[in-house]
């Protein structure tokens, strides 16, 4: 079943529009039970679309792969390959050289994180024991982090089906 295929249509601004926060009540849905997920990490060749086809058996419910993960945009919100990843930094910091060497802030040895600012300003005798945090190693940590999902178990998949379908009266 495609997704957006069954939500009911409303309209707005003189165009009839498939109603997408019909997601709200289905997210609920299906964060009713942990037990009902499977974790799963990611490699650089996944994508929503080849897991829902090789874990799922079918390409259209990608829907479950993004749902279970909270994902709202696929190419932000999903882990991006080193390709990806590289032409990301391109376009938000000019080159990754400059994400490299770009300082957001410090952190001390106990981990708490502070602005340029403070520790420009600080006088704090340790300060010189702080760790500049940069732009790519952020950036990297938060991409690296997207590795870990989790699936909807492959034997609760025609049930979230059906619930959606009941969810929107079809």
């Known amino acids: 079943m495609k997704y957006f295929e069954k939500f009911p249509t409303i309209v707005y601004n003189n165009v009839d529009v498939k109603n997408i926060i019909s997601k709200v009540k289905i997210v609920d ?19 929503p679309w080849t897991i829902a086809h090789d874990y799922y058996g079918d390409v259209e419910r990608v829907w479950l792969v993004y749902l279970s993960n909270n994902i709202t945009d696929p190419y932000y919100d999903w882990y991006m390959s080193t390709y990806d990843f590289e032409k990301y930094l391109k376009k938000k910091y000019g080159s990754v050289e400059t994400a490299q060497s770009n300082i957001e802030g410090y952190q001390d040895s106990r981990g708490v994180k502070y602005s340029k600012e ?36 492959r034997n609760l998949a025609a049930s979230a089906e059906t619930q959606l379908k009941t969810l929107l009266n079809v």
Do not use: C, F, G, H
Not at 129 to 141: A, F, G, K, V
């Open 118 to 153: 403070t520790y420009i300003y600080s006088t704090d005798p340790d300060k010189a024991l702080w760790t500049p945090i940069y732009s790519y190693d952020r950036e990297n940590q938060e991409n690296e982090n997207k590795r870990e999902i989790k699936l909807l178990e």
């Open 29 to 47: 849905l299906l964060d009713s039970s942990p037990l009902a997920y499977m974790p799963y990490v990611l490699t650089e060749q996944d994508k």
